[in-house]
């Protein structure tokens, strides 16, 4: 349903220039939600053209036109501006803290039930996973750093 038009370009050979036909066409060009295209084209000028019929009206629009004025929206860049940010503080744990707790932890054993004489008799005790080991040492760094340890 898409059409193409062309327009003469200054040095010669004609521009193609895909038109879309439906907010989701036009939605699905700039990777967006087909609600998000509408209010863009009410409150931020989204050059979208609508061919008049007696009760509602055809959308359409053309890629290159949305194209550009998307790279109009963009930022400028300002190495001032970039010179100038310093990136907030990470406020997770650091994965070397976590590492660190789980070395002393030891490595998991891998042995299976049941094995060895005595087994029978003594009580089955859970071996802690690796996911278990992992949170006890997470919640170990927060707490440690909720104490101004670190």
């Not at 200054?10 to 521009?15: F, H, N, Q, S, V």
């Amino acid at each position: 349903m898409s059409e193409t038009r062309t327009s003469p370009g200054l040095e010669g050979p004609a521009l193609q220039d895909k038109k879309l036909v439906s907010w989701k066409e036009i939605a699905s060009h700039l990777g967006r939600e087909v609600r998000t295209v509408q209010r863009w084209e009410r409150s931020e000028g989204l050059p979208v053209y609508r061919h008049e019929h007696l009760r509602k009206s055809t959308v359409y629009a053309f890629a290159n036109e949305l194209d550009d004025w998307i790279k109009k929206r963009q930022p400028k860049d300002d190495p001032e501006a970039d010179a100038a940010f310093e990136p907030e503080p990470d406020v997770a744990p650091s994965t070397s803290a976590i590492e660190e707790e789980l070395k002393g932890a030891g490595p998991v054993q891998d042995k299976p039930r049941g094995a060895g004489p005595s087994s029978a008799l003594e009580p089955q005790k859970e071996e802690e996973s690796y996911t278990d080991r992992l949170l006890k040492a997470k919640k170990k760094v927060w707490e440690d750093r909720d104490r101004g340890k670190e």
